[in-house]
């Protein structure tokens, strides 16, 4: 149980595209969902929690109008990088917490990693 | 400003001992603690959380808990080459928060 699905695994573009991301909670209803980025050795860095049915919070620093999320439903939460350019290259890694859960645990799903040229 | 701090490593450890591996926080009111495991080039797994004070087995791991002490600590006996990752503490400071993960320590199972 509480498997977390990413989609997709990788992706490679070019400068100025947009890449959605998209990440479901497959056996379990998650009332909220979190996105994180990871650069290369470096630490799990929350970019936003995303609710079901309202806006996320973003954490400080993180540019909404850059990274939209939208979370329509309790099993799924995207993530759209807009008008990506190279240094937003990196491993972006969404969790999900059971609504059900009393224990507030998060669920990673596989990651996303993500290339502009 | 909550803190989860843990040693960066590499711990190195020979294959079939007991591999320490430590969390400390600042918040003293936090109340939940997750240990999650990340292999090179993916993501975390949970491996197990603890809520109360004491120890927490789960198969070849043991958490440790201490609130007194602000201390968290995971213990994996008869350490194995496959458990060579980075191990994540993470700690929920209350209900309804978001996590404050540690750094990470990067351990290292040597054959």
């Known amino acids: 149980g509480a498997v977390v699905s990413q989609h997709p695994s990788w992706v490679i573009c070019k400068s100025g595209t947009s890449v959605k991301i998209e990440c479901r909670s497959l056996d379990f209803q998650a009332t909220t969902m979190f996105w994180y980025r990871q650069f290369p050795k470096q630490s799990l860095m929350l970019m936003a929690t995303s609710n079901e049915g309202s806006k996320a919070t973003y954490e400080q620093g993180v540019e909404k109008d850059k990274f939209l999320i939208n979370h329509a439903s309790l099993t799924l939460s995207t993530l759209t990088v807009t008008s990506a350019h190279p240094e937003d290259s990196s491993f972006y890694i969404c969790s999900a917490r059971d609504a059900w859960e009393l224990g507030e645990t998060q669920y990673f799903g596989p990651g996303t990693r993500l290339l502009v040229l | 400003q909550k803190e989860v701090e843990q040693n960066s490593g590499p711990l190195s450890v020979p294959e079939g001992a007991i591999a320490s591996l430590n969390c400390t926080y600042s918040?003293?009111?936090?109340?939940?603690f997750f240990w999650y495991r990340q292999y090179s080039g993916k993501s975390p797994e949970l491996i197990m959380f603890?809520?109360?004070?004491g120890d927490k087995e789960d198969g070849r791991f043991t958490a440790q808990l201490n609130k007194a002490s602000q201390y968290v600590s995971l213990l994996i006996r008869d350490s194995q080459p496959s458990d060579s990752a980075t191990y994540l503490c993470a700690v929920l400071p209350g209900y309804g928060q978001n996590f404050v993960f540690g750094p990470g320590t990067r351990l290292s199972v040597l054959p």
């Open positions: 918040d003293r009111g936090s109340q939940s």
């Open positions: 603890i809520y109360s004070n």
